[in-house]
């Protein structure tokens, strides 16, 4: 309704999860706006933000969500997100907020200070798209045999692409990966707490 009332004659469509907004990416026409609850399924904090730019490069991408720590809407503004916005806002507020994104300005609580993410989000972006989707696979916790699986290519390709991964990311395994990651993985948007879609 807020997108409705925000941007009169917009089409609205919507995904239960990343994979499913990145299919919807190269398939649909061209989008707008995209607004991203962080709680989808298949996603560990910032991470389907970061894979939602790969895949929507041009498109700003507001997230949504229940959670209003400021740390988090200082992460989602340094990982380049056009906005942090609570779902608990009023109806009118959310509106006139995405009215103003869609015109280009960032919409963001006030926040303080610099994560330091941004210098991670920047190192993903130098991975070739099949390393970023090994990568993911890897945070989702898959042995390399299921990633290989996944992605139909072999478990020497996915091995090849891990040792790129480990040398981007300035590390020598998977351990030390996901450690590197967890400013990106974070947290706070643990199992325990679910939001509603």
């Known amino acids: 309704m807020a997108v409705r009332h925000a941007i009169p004659g917009a ?12 299919a919807m990416a190269v398939q649909a026409p061209p989008f707008r706006l995209a607004l991203l609850d962080l709680m989808l399924p298949d996603t560990q904090g910032f991470s ?11 498109v700003p991408i507001a997230v949504i969500t229940a959670r209003e720590e400021p740390e988090l809407a200082a992460a ?16 009118d507020e959310l509106a006139e907020a995405l009215r103003l994104i869609n015109e280009g300005q960032p919409v963001f609580p006030e926040v303080v200070g610099s994560t330091g993410i941004a210098s991670l989000r ?17 945070v989702d916790g898959r042995a390399n045999k299921q990633i290989a699986h996944d992605l139909s290519v072999t478990e020497a390709t996915i091995k090849a692409h891990l040792t790129a991964i480990f040398r981007q990311l300035g590390v020598t395994n998977r351990m030390q990966a996901m450690l590197a990651l967890q400013p ?11 939001e509603a879609g």
Do not use: C, N
């Open 76 to 91: 989602a503004r340094d990982l380049g997100a056009a906005a942090f916005l609570s779902k608990s806002m009023p109806l």
């Open 122 to 138: 920047d190192r993903i972006g130098l991975l070739s798209a099949a390393q970023r989707r090994v990568l993911f696979a890897l």
């Open 184 to 194: 990106l993985l974070g947290s706070q948007t643990g199992p325990s707490q679910v």
């Open 48 to 58: 389907g933000l970061v894979r939602l730019q790969f895949s929507l490069p041009d």
């Open 11 to 22: 089409q609205v469509v919507s995904a239960g999860t990343i994979a499913a907004a990145e």
